[in-house]
């Protein structure tokens, strides 16, 4: 596609339940981000990508956020037992993870996910 | 502790002057700095990246500047328009960390027409 996207744009849900959040990176773009954004508060980076491993967890607040990448492409976030302070917009971004280089992200539009 | 901060959460400018942003951190290594520009409900775009080894960047009216002892960027826009409004974002990749960059809070900059 011509750039990243993210589904659904918006989510509401209950406290407890469990949410799925979707990434679909630029086609050959083999690096993946999920950051976090809180209103008012920077971008906190929670996991990242480079083909379907993830070199780097360190960043998931809790062992209640999890995500996975198959096929080298699409991600998901899954968030269980959802709690008020996950609240916020989750943004995806990829990249050429291209090693030793920096490399340019690319941002979606993000999910705002509100907790009831 | 790691910090990385920008100098103020907002800034109001009139048209036509010249907008400085500040970002400072510590206890980073980066191997670079980037500037990214966001929009209310908008993913952050990439505007600028600078290495550690340049002193000054520019692109079109906009101009970086990384001084690696004083630990700080200088984000300029010059002749700035009402368009130039939105959040900017400093971000930077620490030599020893994998390619995941952390950013500033960000400074929401408002261009009076």
């Known amino acids: 596609g011509a750039g990243v996207s993210q589904s659904p744009s918006n989510k509401v849900t209950e406290k407890g339940k469990d949410v799925e959040l979707r990434c679909d990176p630029i086609?050959?773009?083999?690096?993946l981000y999920w950051y976090r954004q809180s209103l008012g508060q920077g971008l906190e980076f929670l996991i990242y990508?480079?083909?379907?491993?993830?070199?780097?967890k360190s960043g998931l607040p809790s062992d209640r956020f999890s995500a996975e990448r198959t096929g080298g492409s699409v991600s998901t976030l899954t968030i269980q037992r959802t709690q008020q302070e996950d609240s916020a917009v989750y943004l995806c971004?990829?990249?050429?993870?291209?090693?030793?280089?920096?490399?340019?992200?690319?941002f979606g539009p993000g999910t705002r996910l509100t907790v009831l | 502790s790691q910090k990385i901060e920008q100098n103020s959460e907002a800034l109001n400018i009139q048209e036509g002057k010249t907008a400085t942003l500040t970002c400072n951190y510590t206890n980073y290594s980066p191997a670079y700095l980037q500037w990214y520009r966001q929009d209310p409900g908008r993913g952050p775009v990439f505007l600028l990246l600078?290495?550690?080894?340049?002193k000054e960047k520019r692109k079109e009216r906009l101009k970086v500047t990384f001084d690696t002892t004083l630990k700080q960027s200088l984000f300029h826009i010059t002749a700035s328009q009402p368009a130039d409004s939105a959040t900017y974002l400093c971000?930077?990749?620490?030599?020893?960390?994998?390619?995941?960059?952390?950013f500033g809070t960000g400074t929401r900059l408002t261009v009076i027409p």
């Open positions: 990508f480079q083909g379907n491993s993830a070199p780097d």
């Open positions: 971000a930077l990749e620490d030599q020893t960390g994998a390619n995941n960059l952390f």
């Open positions: 086609s050959g773009h083999t690096a």
């Open positions: 971004a990829s990249s050429l993870g291209l090693a030793g280089v920096s490399d340019t992200q690319y």
């Open positions: 600078i290495r550690e080894n340049e």
